[in-house]
């Protein structure tokens, strides 16, 4: 099994541009959770899905974070447009319903 | 307001020797905790779920403890070597709602 796919692995954007990070979840795992990461806060549940359904993102921090999941297999976090205090490492999770969480390798973002 | 503190943000300590980690909790009633391991540029891994009504669970040289009472639970690694320095994060699950993640205790076993 390859895991929780994330890619990009590293991204460098400048403010104001829209930034796309994508993920693929172990497969049979219907639940998916987009989280971020800093020093200052820690890990942060941003959004999750149950069975591609979105049913908590009031961790999104505003209007410019949006995430989809189109099938089982993909999601995308988007931020539009992206500003400094964006960056930070965003990790995809994946799992059943109520188990442990298998967490993809994360995104490296940086916005100039 | 609710709240999981990880009483350190680093800890060092000698390589053999036991180190225990601290998650407490503040208004939260949770069904299970669990405990990962983070190595620098990856993403956390799952290494100890113990439940409410568990009051210990071991895996190798591993132990953790869950005091519903204290609001509390301990991380312990015995013979500690340096291989073991990675941040540890605490993790409540709360009903059906996600994990909810301490901030981490960053250990190094110094050899």
């Known amino acids: 099994d390859a895991g929780v796919i994330q890619s990009p692995r590293h991204e460098v954007t400048e403010m104001g541009q829209e930034v796309t990070l994508r993920c693929k979840p172990i497969s049979g795992h219907n639940s998916l959770f987009w989280y971020r990461q800093t020093m200052m806060r820690g890990l942060e549940l941003l959004i999750y899905f149950n069975n591609n359904v979105p049913i908590d993102d009031s961790g999104m921090p505003e209007d410019r974070f949006s995430a989809k999941m189109p099938n089982a297999s993909f999601s995308t976090l988007k931020i539009q447009p992206s500003e400094p205090r964006d960056s930070a490492v965003y990790f995809c999770?994946?799992?059943?319903?109520?188990?442990?969480?298998?967490f993809g390798p994360g995104t490296r973002l940086l916005v100039l | 307001s609710q709240k999981i503190e990880q009483n350190s943000e680093a800890l060092n300590i000698q390589e053999g020797k036991t180190a225990t980690l601290t998650c407490n909790y503040t208004n939260y009633s949770p069904a299970y905790l669990q405990w990962y391991r983070q190595d620098p540029g990856r993403g956390p891994v799952f290494l100890l779920l113990?439940?409410?009504?568990?009051k210990e669970k071991r895996k190798e040289r591993l132990k953790v403890t869950f005091d519903t009472t204290l609001k509390q639970s301990l991380f312990h690694i015995t013979a500690s070597q340096p291989a073991d320095s990675a941040t540890y994060l605490c993790a409540l699950a709360l009903g059906n709602t996600p994990l909810v993640f301490g901030k981490g205790t960053r250990l190094s076993v110094i050899a």
């Open positions: 999770a994946s799992n059943r319903v109520k188990e442990t969480q298998y």
């Open positions: 113990i439940r409410e009504n568990e």
